[in-house]
């Protein structure tokens, strides 16, 4: 894929004369549509013309402040965004902050950071949940629609609602075939009807419209449910001192199917094409033995390095996971392939159900989710101190904390590391600064709008 828009204005902002720009978008055109040499040359004026009457700076300061991005000076894969990491962490709870308003109180809201949101209407508590697609499964549409979907219904499962409903956002380059599409939707459909969930509506685009080419994909997929009642809502600020943490076998979505993909290990994916985290999640609900529980998540965001901690800061409580109980749990076929690979399995999303239940009910739980067939034990339990993630391994106690980034499990993430390139308090003063210029740029918008239709509330 080609930015053509973003690599003429990378040229511009170095100088680069425009004849050397324009020999370079034409070998760009070139290289991925089959056009000559003058009808390249002609696209490539244009974006050209486009891009420089872009670039022109408003006269007006208000407009000027509209129109130009706030600036950090960290680029996304400096700070590890998407990476499941510390750096991504930070900066999704400085989204959480820009995306939440003190007028308005969900019930769960973005600064939760919990796996969905839920609000309460009417009585009825609405959960909803949105999942970005596995970057590196653009190229395999069928496999990617089905994991972003399974990954949706997840995190409505969890929060203890019945999911009601899909939707998708589907974007494809310029130059992606369009069986691309149906080969996306036909994933989501896939789960669809595994589930009995219905995909309702979706919305299609170019990435970049007429300015990105190439065949590159990028799309989401999201969730509507509903909580029988207040008190059944699943998150996981309830998980309380003195449950036990009861895990499902865990075979990996999308990450795991990236890792056997891009290791020459196709057949390893066929371990993750299944439904039994939401068939067992279907049932827990239905029985009732989901009211048993405190909380219960999937282990996704980084793997349990990530979600742990998460937990411990949101409930305020202390947590300890039993390494060997915790490896005993990820599909031998995956965990041979991580160990093969050198990829930390407590770094990586293994999408295994997490139960966080009183020990009292511990063993009817276990007891009924086994008669599923399905593999669950005790993998830790929740301390009131301290306030911290532990990991007990080999006779051994270590605090369990996300690195910068999460388990490297491609050759390609592997060169990039694990650990910061940068000091991470330096990166993080700098994200903040952009951060609070959105912020005031919201004021701003809301303050032109309220001015525009008369009122100032």
């Known amino acids: 894929m080609s930015d053509l828009e973003g690599l003429a204005n990378l040229l511009l902002e170095k100088g680069i004369p425009e004849r050397e720009i324009l020999e370079r978008l034409t070998l760009e055109i070139q290289t991925f549509k089959p056009v000559g040499k003058a009808k390249a040359e002609k696209l490539a004026r244009a974006v050209l013309a486009e891009v420089s009457r872009s670039r022109i700076k408003p006269s007006s300061p208000l407009f000027k402040k509209l129109l130009e991005p ?3 000076g960290v680029t996304m894969g400096l700070m590890g965004v998407g990476c499941r990491g510390e ?4 900066v999704h709870s400085l989204i959480a902050k820009v995306s939440s308003l003190k007028n308005l109180k ?3 809201g973005p600064l939760a950071l919990d796996d969905a949101g839920a609000v309460e209407h009417g009585g009825t508590v609405v959960v909803v949940a949105v999942d970005g697609t596995h970057s590196r499964l653009s190229r395999f549409p069928l496999v990617a629609g089905f994991h972003v979907a399974r990954a949706a219904l997840r995190d409505v499962y969890v929060k203890g609602a019945k999911p009601l409903a899909l939707f998708d956002d589907l974007h494809l380059s310029d130059d992606g075939d369009v069986g691309m599409l149906f080969d996306f939707v036909a994933g989501v459909s896939a789960v669809s009807e595994l589930t009995g969930v219905p995909l309702v509506a979706g919305s299609t685009l170019r990435v970049g419209g007429d300015m990105v080419i190439g065949d590159r994909m990028v799309s989401c997929v999201g969730a509507v449910g509903i909580v029988s009642n207040l008190k059944a809502l699943a998150a996981k600020r309830n998980v309380k001192p003195g449950d036990l943490i009861l895990m499902t076998e865990g075979a990996g ?5 990236t890792t056997a993909i891009y290791a020459g290990k196709p057949e390893i994916l066929k371990e993750t094409l299944n439904v ?5 999640c279907d049932f827990l609900l239905g029985s009732g033995l989901a009211e048993l529980t405190h909380s219960m998540t999937d282990i996704t965001n980084g793997g349990i390095r990530g979600d742990a901690p998460s937990i411990c800061k949101e409930a305020k409580v202390g947590i300890v996971v039993d390494e060997e109980s915790f490896r005993g749990l990820v599909n031998p076929k995956v965990l041979s392939l991580l160990e093969e690979y050198g990829v930390d399995p407590l770094g990586v999303s293994v999408d295994s159900l997490l139960m966080f239940t009183p020990e009292s009910y511990a063993d009817t739980i276990l007891k009924e989710v086994r008669r599923l067939g399905v593999k669950v034990d005790i993998v830790g339990e929740v301390l009131a101190k301290p306030r911290k993630a532990l990991l007990h391994s080999h006779g051994r106690t270590f605090e369990l904390k996300p690195k910068f980034r999460e388990s490297a499990y491609t050759e390609v993430k592997k060169l990039v590391g694990e650990k910061a390139e940068a000091s991470v308090e330096e990166l993080k ?14 004021r701003l918008l809301v303050k032109i709008v309220r001015k525009a239709r008369g009122t100032s509330t």
């Open 70 to 72: 706030s600036k950090s």
């Open 87 to 90: 750096g991504d962490f930070y």
């Open 106 to 108: 969900p019930l769960l």
């Open 253 to 257: 979505g999308g990450t795991i199917a």
């Open 276 to 280: 039994r985290f939401l068939e067992t």
């Open 429 to 442: 003063v700098k994200v903040a600064k952009a951060y609070r210029e959105a912020l005031a740029k919201r």
